[in-house]
């Protein structure tokens, strides 16, 4: 079952604007990811923010964790054509980190 | 990539028949795994590895066996392919021992008719 669940499901903009994917999940977990997937490969290892931050920053991604409402968001500012892609929130659990769950994705549409 | 290829990249095969593709990874990484992506159910685990012959099952393991002989080597099974399981699928290995992150292969894309 998923424990993470990527709202919205799409998302479509314009070059220049700001995109923002939220990530709930239903249990404890020592860190959560994102990652990004072109059509057609494999999926990006993006950020990893450990359950003790609230927020993360690498180039013009931005993460935010708040474990007591069990949930992420995704921040992407100054968005390009090439942001085009889906966006995945992976969890693990505070039993273990070697195993992830992934949510189902957002699609992010970035139009020129 | 990180160093991990798999094999074949596209198959099409028939109801029945068995299927094994393969995960190559040349870091001599601890922990592999074997994802499937469907449209509507996003990335699920079917097997990952710990070590040479140490594995366990993931969350839809059910049709599928694995084995890992080698460390750089990870190869998933279907015995007795059936159209459910028409998808892609990714190998992954992890590169932190304390945070995993992983990362991925460029996928298969498994047909059975």
């Known amino acids: 079952s998923q424990q993470g669940e990527e709202d919205p499901q799409a998302l479509s903009i314009q070059e220049g604007e700001n995109a923002t994917m939220n990530c709930s999940y239903k249990?404890?977990?020592?860190?959560l990811q994102w990652y990004r997937q072109n059509s057609g490969r494999g999926l990006v290892h993006l950020i990893l923010i450990r359950s003790n931050e609230r927020e993360k920053h690498s180039g013009r991604l931005r993460v935010t964790l708040d474990t007591s409402k069990k949930s992420s968001s995704l921040l992407i500012t100054a968005s390009r054509a090439a942001d085009t892609a889906s966006y995945f929130c992976a969890t693990d659990s505070v039993g273990g980190s070697e195993k992830l769950v992934f949510g189902k994705g957002t699609k992010l549409t970035v139009n020129p | 990539d990180a160093g991990i290829t798999q094999s074949p990249r596209h198959k099409v095969t028939e109801t029945g028949t068995p299927v094994t593709l393969r995960c190559h990874q040349t870091e001599n990484h601890r922990y592999m795994y074997w994802y499937r992506q469907d449209p509507g159910h996003g990335l699920r685990l079917i097997h990952y590895s710990y070590g040479v012959k140490d594995t366990d099952k993931g969350e839809v393991s059910d049709g599928y066996s694995v084995s890992r002989s080698k460390t750089e080597d990870f190869l998933l099974t279907l015995e007795s392919a059936t159209s459910s399981q028409t998808s892609v699928y990714f190998c992954?290995?992890?590169?932190?021992?304390?945070?995993?992150?992983?990362?991925f292969g460029p996928g298969t894309r498994l047909t059975v008719t």
């Open positions: 249990t404890s977990i020592n860190n």
């Open positions: 992954a290995i992890s590169v932190g021992e304390v945070r995993h992150e992983q990362y």
